[in-house]
Nanobody, 132 residues
Framework: EVQLVESGGGLVQAGGSLRLSCAAS????????IGWFRQAPGKEREGVSC????????YYANSVKGRFTISSDNAKNTVYLQMNSLKPEDTAVYYC?????????????????????????WGKGALVTVSS
């Protein structure tokens, strides 16, 4: 059974930091690109960042570039999202999602296309609340 389980969400003051984790199981981790997405109340889902497990290449949305860092521990089948300098507008439910990696498909590689396409597998989400 495929599972993606997010953890690490919580309440933090503006300017603070949180680290989200996404633990994956049930599929070959190295064959997938993993992304973080978020959805704030009343807003559309937004792609935040992604990483290709095979080569570690990464991509960030402009809204988080320079503040968030994505990384993966392939031995633990886990992807992390380190979030620094948090702002109230970062408040959202954060989801991790996985899509099969295909070097011939640009939408499966860590990049803007990956963050705009639906994914094979999704976690249930972790709530991040940033107070002002």
């Amino acid at each position: 059974e495929v599972q993606l389980v997010e953890s690490g969400g919580g309440l933090v003051q503006a300017g603070g930091s949180l680290r989200l984790s996404c633990a994956a199981s049930g599929f070959t981790f190295d064959d997938y690109t993993i992304g973080w997405f978020r959805q704030a109340p009343g807003k559309e889902r937004e792609g935040v960042s992604c990483i290709s497990s095979s080569d570690g290449s990464t991509y960030y949305a402009n809204s988080v570039k320079g503040r968030f860092t994505i990384s993966s521990d392939n031995a633990k089948n886990t992807v992390y999202l380190q979030m620094n300098s948090l702002k109230p507008e970062d408040t959202a439910v954060y989801y991790c999602a996985a899509g099969a990696y295909d070097p011939h498909d640009p939408a499966s590689i860590a990049g803007p296309l990956f963050l705009n396409e639906d994914k094979d597998y999704w976690g249930k989400g972790a709530l991040v609340t940033v107070s002002s």
